[in-house]
């Protein structure tokens, strides 16, 4: 079965730390790993790691993808209060769909 | 361009009832994928429609059902609603290339449900 677990659950650090966010996955055919914030309503995309592409960077965003132990991580440099969020890893599944973890809490305290 | 919209944006129905919720996907992207979002189990996948057809499905009973229409905007319906249907539908568009795989979903603010 597809799966994707993410840790910590929850994280509380303060302005200007760094964090890291793990995800590790067992899934058929691997194709593609997706990294999402969601705030109060909709996840945005943020990142996509696939076979091809397994290191993005996006300002103080960054994220690899280690398709031999199969994981993960996405690592935020220099906190901000406005990067306090869930963040969701997924994984596309055997049957093209995505499937999430159940996200990492993220609160960034001034 | 206009994002994913998704109408209503809240609902309370109460148990035994149906409802409809409605998803219009950005503009050129054919695949949308309906999601359940509860603090207990996270994002749990409900159904693909492409092409108006269904495409995959997750593992969830008969009373949850979709479809998608010729312009791409989708529908889907829980019939007989339980107190645990309370949740979070968020549904999801993409840009499938020749009925690729459905890679970088865009999502939309969602309708929360609550079932009383």
């Known amino acids: 079965e597809d799966k994707v677990v993410q840790s910590p659950l929850s994280l509380v650090v303060h302005e200007g730390d760094t964090v890291t966010l793990n995800c590790s996955y067992e899934?058929?055919?691997?194709?593609?790993l997706l990294w999402y914030k969601q705030e109060k309503k909709a996840p945005t995309f943020l990142f996509m790691l696939?076979?091809?592409?397994i290191e993005k960077k996006s300002g103080r965003l960054s994220s690899i993808l280690d398709k031999k132990e199969l994981f993960s991580i996405l690592n935020i440099t220099a906190t901000q209060t406005g990067d306090s969020a869930v963040y969701l890893c997924a994984v596309v599944g055997s049957q093209g769909n995505l499937i999430f973890g159940k996200g990492t809490k993220l609160s960034v305290k001034p | 361009k206009a994002g994913v919209t998704q109408t209503p944006r809240y609902l309370i129905k109460t148990r035994g009832q149906q409802v409809t919720l409605s998803c219009s996907p950005i503009?050129?992207?054919?695949?949308v994928s309906w999601y359940q979002q509860t603090p207990g189990q996270g994002l749990q996948f409900l159904f693909e429609y492409f092409s108006e057809t269904q495409r995959n499905k997750g593992n969830f009973p008969g009373r949850f059902s979709g479809r998608q229409f010729s312009n791409s905007r989708s529908e889907m319906n829980v019939s007989t609603l339980e107190l645990g249907d309370s949740a979070l539908y968020l549904c999801?568009?993409?840009?499938?290339?020749?009925?690729?795989?459905?890679?970088?979903?865009?999502f939309g603010p969602g309708t929360r449900l609550t079932v009383t």
């Open positions: 999801a568009s993409s840009l499938v290339p020749s009925g690729g795989p459905t890679y970088e979903q865009y």
């Open positions: 503009s050129g992207h054919r695949s």
């Open positions: 696939t076979s091809s592409g």
């Open positions: 899934v058929t055919n691997f194709r593609s």
